[in-house]
């Protein structure tokens, strides 16, 4: 069982549609966690990054911690064409020592119809 | 952008050849991290650097080589290629070795026939 479980997709939207993206982890031990895009033939972008369980904005994102579940989720509002990526979760163990490794989902092709 | 440059975009090689692949991060960046990533999955964690010395690494095999220099640029090595070692490897960097988030560049496309 990977540690980090991202549905692969591929998830096909229409235009203006609010996108759920989801992870599970199974390490009770990961404390910070991200949301990454990737666009085709380029490396991943920060979209978000939380700590603590709960809801963080960043204009049309919205980023959902729970820890109790081992659960988190990427929303989307209206949804856009240029949306259209592949979508990471990535996770920090906070007792990795000096290193910052983070454990990445295997992500979730995202395309949003026009 | 991000601020971290990778050179080169491509590459092809041969089974059993060596390669050198570099990245350069921002000014300050003292941590930089090297990532595989396969076609189709997520990257995943080769080893990190601090301060030109290495402090982590992940479930890769020593082949598998990195150096960090003070003009905050680094380099990956992988020796004795393999077909499996085809993938997108990914540099990132950060100003510290704290849990912030990670940068990535965009990212050296090797593929090994």
């Known amino acids: 069982q990977k540690e980090v479980e991202q549905d692969p997709g591929p998830l096909s939207v229409p235009e203006g549609a609010i996108v759920s993206l989801n992870c599970t982890y199974s390490n009770s031990a990961f404390q910070y966690f991200m949301w990454y895009r990737q666009y085709s033939r380029k490396g991943p972008e920060l979209l978000m990054y939380t700590y603590s369980s709960g809801n963080k904005e960043d204009g049309r994102f919205t980023a959902q911690v729970d820890k109790s579940s081992k659960y988190i989720s990427l929303f989307i509002r209206d949804s856009q064409p240029s949306d259209s990526a592949t979508y990471l979760c990535a996770m920090i163990l906070i007792s990795s020592g000096s290193a910052r490794q983070l454990t990445f989902g295997s992500g979730t092709q995202l395309t949003v119809l026009p | ?113």
């Open chain 2, 1 to 113: 952008e991000t601020g971290v440059t990778q050179s080169p975009t491509h590459l092809i090689k041969t089974r059993g050849q060596q390669v050198t692949l570099r990245c350069s991060s921002q000014s300050g960046h003292n941590t930089v991290s090297w990532y595989q990533q396969a076609l189709g999955q997520g990257p995943q964690f080769i080893f990190q650097y601090y301060r030109e010395e290495e402090n982590g690494r992940g479930n890769f095999p020593p082949r598998f080589s990195g150096l960090q220099f003070p003009n905050y640029s680094s380099e990956l090595n992988v020796n004795a290629l393999e077909l499996d070692d085809s993938a997108l490897y990914l540099c990132a960097s950060s100003p510290d070795r704290g849990p912030s988030p990670l940068h990535f560049g965009n990212g050296t496309r090797l593929t090994v026939t």
